[in-house]
């Protein structure tokens, strides 16, 4: 299974950095695994939240999303526990999807055709995390599930 994670904008924060490219780096002992990065959007000081929305989503959309299997990480999404998550990666790939496609979106979202061409949404958590941080968090949720399903320690229950 191939897992790709976009992100809309880069990842300034250099600690946050290091820490995703810590976890990129076990990750690809488990499985293939990329992240893309789409350019942050220019002059949108005079935008409303809507037009912002969807030109970020032609962005994500240009990403071919609807050749893979895509999970939204959105706010109203579906909560798992690690566990719970590495059961619905394992789900995943006994399904044969062979490509999933997790997105981050910008600051306000998505816009409603980026939810309509995704099958599914997912969320970390209750709590409102930067759009940076989040991207830190869900690698290592990532991780964490891959060392779950091969019954290694880094979880410990």
Same mark, same amino acid.
């Given at each position: 299974?191939?897992? =790709?994670? &976009?992100?809309?904008?880069? &990842? ?5 950095q ?15 695994? &990329?992240? +893309?990065?789409? %350019? ?8 409303? %939240? +809507?037009?912002?929305?969807s ?14 299997? &895509? ?14 998550f590495? $059961?619905?990666? $394992? ?8 490509? =999933? ?14 939810? $309509? ?14 759009? $940076? ?5 869900? =690698? ?12 290694? %320690?880094?979880?410990?229950?």
């Amino acid at each position: 299974m191939n897992i =790709v994670l &976009t992100c809309v904008g880069k &990842t300034n924060l250099a600690y946050l950095q290091e820490g995703i490219q810590e976890y990129e780096k076990r990750l690809k002992h488990y499985n293939k695994f &990329t992240i +893309n990065y789409i %350019p942050d959007l220019k002059n949108t000081k005079n935008l409303k %939240p +809507n037009a912002i929305k969807s030109a970020e989503g032609q962005l994500i959309l240009s990403k071919n999303i609807k050749s893979a299997f &895509t999970i939204l990480l959105d706010e109203n999404g579906k909560e798992y526990t690690s566990v719970a998550f590495a $059961q619905y990666l $394992q789900k995943l790939m006994l399904n044969s999807h062979k490509n =999933v496609h997790f997105i981050i979106g910008g600051a306000y979202g998505f816009s409603q055709e980026v939810y $309509q061409a995704a099958n599914t949404k997912m969320s970390l958590s209750k709590m409102t995390f930067s759009h $940076q941080m989040i991207r830190l968090l869900f =690698v290592e949720q990532l991780y964490r599930a891959f060392t779950i399903l091969n019954n290694e %320690p880094y979880h410990h229950q």
